[in-house]
Nanobody, 123 residues
């Protein structure tokens, strides 16, 4: 079984930074693309960032470009999301996902999900 566990969320003031971590159990971490999605209250879950399993290419939603950075450490079975310049509109539950999607921005391609970690940005 593959388990996905996020950590690192919390309360931060606007302009601050947080680093989310996502640990994945199992032997096949290096073969999974990894992604972060988020869901704010009353809104649908949306794509934030992804990192490809094969060439480490990264992908970002337009609203986080230049502020967030996704990275992965295959030796630690962990993916990170460094979030800088946080805004109140970044407040959401952040979910980590693992899979081999044809479209890294689509939730449908990720069979393994964590429970989420809450990020709250105060103004």
């Amino acid at each position: 079984q593959v388990q996905v566990v996020e950590s690192g969320g919390g309360l931060v003031q606007a302009g601050g930074s947080l680093r989310l971590s996502c640990a994945v159990s199992g032997r096949f971490f290096s073969t999974y693309s990894m992604a972060w999605f988020r869901q704010a209250p009353g809104k649908e879950r949306e794509f934030v960032a992804a990192v490809n399993w094969s060439n480490f290419s990264t992908y970002y939603a337009d609203f986080v470009k230049g502020r967030f950075t996704i990275s992965r450490d295959n030796a630690k079975n962990t993916v990170y999301l460094q979030m800088n310049g946080l805004k109140p509109e970044d407040t959401a539950a952040y979910y980590c996902a693992a899979g081999v999607p044809s479209n890294v921005r689509s939730q449908a391609g990720y069979p393994y999900w964590g429970q989420g970690t809450q990020v709250t940005v105060s103004s």
